[in-house]
C-alpha cells in the first residue's frame, strides 16, 4: 500500500516500497527499511476544494461532504491487464442496491470510460471510449467533471479526460446536453465493479472528489515526477542544521 503525502506546494504524492528489506534491529529499536529502496514517486495535483481523498480499495463514506449537482472525481491508477472492462470507482447513495451511480472505469482494452445516473438510476451520460488506451503496469490518470445545472463543455454538462486529453466528442454515447434530477451519494467504492463490470485488476492510487467543476479549457495536465524533485531539491538544499 502506498504512503500518501500532501506535499507543500499542494501536490499528493504516492511513496512505495519497491524491495521491503527489513532491519529488525535498527539502532533506535524498531524495524526499518534500508535506503535507497523506495519507487520512483508518483506525484498528483490535488483538486480545488477536494471533498474527500482515498486510495487502494474499499467503500468510504463521503460524510454528506459531496452534493451530487456538480462536482469532479480525479483517479489516478495504474493500469492492470486488458481482456474485461473493470471499474476504478463509483459513487453512490445505496451500497446494497447500487443503481444511482457516478462510475468511472477501464474497459477491456484499457480506456477510460464514465457513466452517470440521476436520481431514479436513469443514465444521462455515458462514454463508450474508441481513444488509445493505457498499458498495464504503467499509470494513467482520468478526470470526470459534470454539472447537472449547466454545461460545462459546449452544450455538453460533463466533460471527460483521459491524462489531459478531452475524450472525443462521438464517444458520448449518452450525451448529457440538459439538465437531470441528481442524486446525493453517500459513500465512494473503490477497485469493486459496478454493474457487470469486473473488480479492477490493477492498483488504485489516488482518489480525489470535489464539489467544484473543471472547464473544457482547463489543461487538466498532471505533473510529472520532476515537480516533486525540484521541490525537494529546494527543500532540502535550503535546510541547514
Known sequence: MPTTLLTGNGLITLFEEATPTLTVNAPWGTPSYNQGSLQTQRVVATLGSAATRNSGTGQFSLNSK??????????????????????????????????????????????????ITNNVGTVVAN?????????????????????????????????????????????????????????????????FAAGSDQDFNGQVLAVQVSNDTVSAGSSGSFPSTRVFDRFLNDTVNSTTT
Not at 129 to 140: F, I, R
Not at 151 to 159: E, H, I, K, Q, V
Not at 160 to 188: C, E, H, M, R, Y
Open 66 to 115: 459531496v452534493s451530487g449537482v456538480r462536482g469532479t472525481v480525479q483517479v489516478s491508477y495504474l493500469a492492470g491487464a486488458t481482456g474485461a472492462q473493470r471499474t476504478l470507482c463509483y459513487l453512490t447513495d445505496n451500497l446494497v442496491t447500487p443503481s444511482n451511480r457516478i462510475v468511472i472505469g477501464l474497459d477491456g482494452m484499457n480506456r477510460p470510460y464514465a457513466t
Open 127 to 191: 462514454v463508450s471510449p474508441t481513444y488509445a488506451g493505457v498499458l498495464a503496469g504503467t499509470q494513467g490518470q482520468v478526470l470526470l467533471s459534470w454539472d447537472s445545472t449547466s454545461a460545462l463543455d459546449g452544450t455538453r454538462f460533463a466533460l471527460l479526460k483521459s491524462g489531459s486529453q478531452l475524450v472525443p466528442s462521438g464517444d458520448w454515447v449518452v450525451s448529457p446536453t440538459t439538465a437531470w434530477n441528481s442524486f446525493v451519494p453517500s459513500d465512494i467504492v473503490l477497485g
